[in-house]
Nanobody, 121 residues
Framework: QVDLVESGGGLVQPGGSLRLSCAAS????????MGWYRQAPGKQRELVAV???????NYADSVKGRFTISIDTAKKTVFLQMNSLKPGDTAVYYC???????????????WGPGTLVTVSS
């Protein structure tokens, strides 16, 4: 079994910053990709940013230049530094991980429970 534990959400004023963390635990052999998605009320879940163990990254256009994703492969933890937050960033943020696990050996996709980020004055 693999679990993702998220932390760092909360209420912040427009222009403020938050840092999200997500730690993976369990019978993990290696990471393939980890990242963050978000879902605002009434909208579909969308990609925010993803990162590979080799530090290759991909960002949604809406967060480029404001958000930074990073990874600590030894601790199997991914971070999302969010700066210059806007009300439109308000959403539940979900951690996602694609992992090689085992035994039995297989590739697994896991989602965290989500953490709420509210940007409001």
């Amino acid at each position: 079994q693999v679990d993702l534990v998220e932390s760092g959400g909360g209420l912040v004023q427009p222009g403020g910053s938050l840092r999200l963390s997500c730690a993976a635990s369990g019978s993990i052999l290696s990471l393939t990709v980890m990242g963050w998605y978000r879902q605002a009320p009434g909208k579909q879940r969308e990609l925010v940013a993803v990162i590979t163990p080799g530090r290759s990254t991909n960002y949604a256009d809406s967060v480029k230049g404001r958000f930074t994703i990073s990874i600590d492969t030894a601790k199997k933890t991914v971070f999302l530094q969010m700066n210059s937050l806007k009300p439109g960033d308000t959403a539940v943020y979900y951690c996602n991980a694609n992992l090689n696990v085992g035994p039995p050996f297989r590739t697994l996709e896991v989602w965290g429970p989500g953490t709420l980020v509210t940007v409001s004055s």
